[in-house]
Each structure stands twice: as structure tokens, then as C-alpha cells.
T-cell receptor, first 108, second 114 residues
Framework: GQNIDQPTEMTATEGAIVQINCTYQTSGFNGLFWYQQHAGEAPTFLSYNVLDGLEEKGRFSSFLSRSKGYSYLLLKELQMKDSASYLC?????????FGTGTRLTVIP | SAVISQKPSRDICQRGTSLTIQCQVDSQVTMMFWYRQQPGQSLTLIATANQGSEATYESGFVIDKFPISRPNLTFSTLTVSNLSPEDSSIYLCSGGQGASLEQYFGPGTRLTVT
């Protein structure tokens, strides 16, 4: 089985930096994904980590520590359009198992 | 990346009936999956759709309730059978490709059971 935890809600100010944490416990691990989901829309891929360390992609970065069962998504220079849910997902074999999701609200 | 379409986009069905959802991808993906997302919640994997053979179901989901077909690499259907109000949810399909099996999601089908 798997346990994947994220904070339910976060609020941050436009232009700021926010870090969304994800902790997991799983039997079998083949990587960790972050997805963004705007209300009423499908999830879209943000990042994938399979090795420890930081992956940077523009304003978004994702970090993984396999020994600690921990990942975070870092969003810089926040924009209003970044208001969305952010989903952490653990890959086990060929399948993805999603965390509870974090609803981020960006305020002016 | 893959572009994935689903139909219908939404439906309202009566208790006891069934709904079949179609999923089409625009390129040959290695894997196809079906998820359920209840309002305000995250995604739960229902099953992996296997080409030409029975789907692989996750705990809590059974073939009698959620029959799945995948006749070729780019098309799959999910049927939600014997509907009850508890089946009201959004159903999403996804396709996975590449070494990481990065998944691309369809727009979802919003099902309401009355």
C-alpha cells in the first residue's frame, strides 16, 4: 500500500515563493511526479524525480529525498494563474498513486 | 506528449443504468489508465487498461462494476455499471509513455447519478 500526505490548503502572495511538501510511505518506489490541476480541468504534468536532488524547470523546481520519503514543489515568482491544486503522485511499478492534493490560492 | 479525448464530457444517469465512457489518444501510448476523482478530492486509480486482455484492477474496484476494454493501443472504454448515487464523480483516463511513464490526462467525464 501507500500513504501520501500533503497539506490541504496553502495561501501565498503574488510574486512570492511557496514550497508545497509531500511525504510518502510506499512499498516499491519508481519515481515521484507533481501535477497541477486547475478547477474543472485535467491534471497537467509539472515534474518528475526518480533520483535524489533538485530538478529545476523555469519557475518550478521539485526536490526528492528517497531515504526520507519526502518531496517538495517550489514555485517562484508566484502569479495569479498559479492558483490551482498541486498533486503529488508516487509511481509504483507502472501505476501512479496520488496524494490528497494541495489547493494553493495566490492573493494580490 | 499525447493528446487525450474523452466522451461524453458529462452525463446524468438514472440509478440502476450503466454509462460507457470512451477514451481516445492521438499517439500510441504504452499504458492506459482509468481514475476516479470525487468532488474536491484527489485521483484514485481504478485500473490499468491492458490491450487485448483483462484490465488490472486496484483494490476496491471489480470488473463486474467497472468493465474495461482496450481493443488497440489508442482506444479504451470504461463502463460504470448498475449506477448508484455514490458513483457520481469525475472519471478520467490517462495515457503513459516514455521511460518515466509520464501520464497525460483526458478532460474527464462528469457523471451524476439521480
Amino acid at each position: 500500500g501507500q500513504n501520501i500526505d500533503q497539506p490541504t490548503e496553502m495561501t501565498a502572495t503574488e510574486g512570492a515563493i511557496v514550497q508545497i511538501n509531500c511525504t510518502y510511505q510506499t512499498s516499491g518506489f519508481n519515481g515521484l511526479f507533481w501535477y497541477q490541476q486547475h478547477a474543472g480541468e485535467a491534471p497537467t504534468f509539472l515534474s518528475y524525480n526518480v533520483l535524489d536532488g533538485l530538478e529545476e524547470k523555469g519557475r518550478f523546481s521539485s526536490f526528492l529525498s528517497r531515504s526520507k520519503g519526502y518531496s517538495y514543489l517550489l514555485l517562484k515568482e508566484l502569479q495569479m494563474k498559479d492558483s490551482a491544486s498541486y498533486l503529488c503522485a508516487v509511481r509504483r511499478a507502472n501505476n501512479l498513486f496520488f496524494g490528497t492534493g494541495t489547493r494553493l490560492t495566490v492573493i494580490p | 506528449s499525447a493528446v487525450i479525448s474523452q466522451k461524453p464530457s458529462r452525463d446524468i444517469c438514472q440509478r440502476g443504468t450503466s454509462l460507457t465512457i470512451q477514451c481516445q489518444v492521438d499517439s500510441q501510448v504504452t499504458m492506459m489508465f482509468w481514475y476516479r476523482q470525487q468532488p474536491g478530492q484527489s485521483l484514485t486509480l481504478i485500473a490499468t487498461a491492458n490491450q487485448g486482455s483483462e484490465a488490472t484492477y486496484e483494490s476496491g474496484f471489480v470488473i463486474d462494476k467497472f468493465p474495461i476494454s482496450r481493443p488497440n493501443l489508442t482506444f479504451s472504454t470504461l463502463t460504470v455499471s448498475n449506477l448508484s448515487p455514490e458513483d457520481s464523480s469525475i472519471y478520467l483516463c490517462s495515457g503513459g509513455q516514455g521511460a518515466s511513464l509520464e501520464q497525460y490526462f483526458g478532460p474527464g467525464t462528469r457523471l451524476t447519478v439521480t
